[in-house]
């Protein structure tokens, strides 16, 4: 990073909470490989039997059930003892197909998550030896975790299915590729949502440094957006692979107050002479230009817009734009708008009010 801090800063990204690896993810996936594990076991140990309403059958025995669906029927069925028996030993070997795909997409995913910590762990160790004014890393742990879920859940009723629905008179072609797609769903979730590592900001005097993937980049703050939610604060930016960060209300809150106000500072600046220039400001789902505004993809002449009020819809707040005559022009939730304490003193210079 070209540029050192010159106020007094604080210490670089914290080391320990690398430390360890994800050891609640890990537990999680550890679990699920053994519930695979225990199905590719009872697939593989236990014995088909052919029964009927809770009894075993005999050869010779025949079975009559109401449900059909199955076969596309209605009203009762008769199946022989040869094809409830092939319906139970597919439905085992279904456990055996399934259990494996569910123990070998756990093992995956977690051998994945231990070699992303190592190089996290390596990547923070390097830039705590900085001194940013103020950081913070995100993990990055919610995509490869709720993706793993997902492929895990279709690697495992793909298989299963696979041969369960077979019986004794085979699987219609409609079946198989049913279960081909769940498998191919499930492994295509599984490489898409492999993890990407770790995030870290470093806040100095002139820029925001992002680290992601190994790849170090500088972003101007004047191209840094902040967006202010009901519980959560949220970054944005461009150019730099990951493009935003979301933050907790009670998360790294000096980082997040550092970061908007030096944000808020530089397009402050900056505005007044790229309105002056043509130039459009980006203020997330507003766009501000000298003769125009632009609300959720919606373009307003600035001749006809009065203010801006405050209104509630269902659980979202959000900003609506009106005429003179109160008329609404235009709305968009107010958590989609960035910089809003900067879009405020910007419309105050045209005499448009934004609570």
């Known amino acids: 990073m070209s540029a050192q801090p010159t106020a007094a800063p604080t ?73 409830v028996l092939d319906g ?94 769940l498998v191919i769903v499930g492994v295509l979730a599984l490489v898409m949502s492999r993890p990407k590592g770790a995030t870290a900001l470093l806040v100095y005097p002139d820029q925001l440094g992002v680290v ?35 933050l907790t209300t009670d998360e790294s809150p000096a980082f997040r107050d550092a970061l908007a106000q030096r944000a808020h500072t530089a397009l402050l600046q900056a505005a007044p002479q790229r309105l002056a220039q043509g130039e459009a400001l980006d203020f997330g789902d507003i766009t501000l230009r000298r003769d125009a505004l632009t609300i959720a993809g919606k373009t307003i002449s600035m001749g006809d817009v009065a203010g801006f009020r405050v209104v509630k819809d269902d659980d979202n707040t959000a900003y609506e734009v009106h005429d003179g005559a109160g008329n609404a022009l235009g709305r968009t939730a107010t958590s989609r708008v960035a910089h809003t304490a900067v879009l405020r003193q910007v419309l105050a210079g045209s005499g448009i009010t934004l609570p």
């Open 212 to 246: 992601n993937r190994g790849a170090r980049s500088s972003v101007p703050f004047a191209d840094v957006q902040y967006f202010l939610g009901d519980t959560t604060r949220s970054f944005n930016w461009v150019g730099s692979g990951r493009s935003d960060i979301m």
């Open 88 to 181: 139970a030993e597919g439905t085992l070997r279904g456990f055996q197909l399934g259990g494996l795909l569910v123990l070998l997409g756990a093992l995956v995913v977690i051998a994945l998550l231990l070699a992303t910590w190592r190089r996290d762990r390596a990547l923070v160790s390097a830039l705590a030896q900085e001194r940013p004014e103020h950081s913070h890393v995100d993990r990055g742990l919610l995509v490869p975790v709720f993706g793993g879920i997902c492929a895990i859940a279709l690697l495992g009723a793909g298989g299963f299915l696979f041969f369960h629905m077979q019986g004794a008179s085979g699987m219609s072609p409609l079946w198989t590729v049913i279960c081909a797609a």
């Open 11 to 83: 210490s670089g990204p914290d080391v320990d909470q690398f430390s360890k690896p994800p050891l609640g993810a890990i537990i999680f996936f550890g679990v699920v490989a053994l519930v695979g594990l225990g199905l590719l076991l009872r697939g593989l140990t236990a014995k088909a039997v052919a029964s009927c309403h809770g009894v075993t059958m005999a050869p010779g025995d025949t079975c009559t059930t109401g449900d059909s669906s199955r076969r596309g029927g209605t009203g009762s069925y008769t199946q022989d003892f040869q094809t």
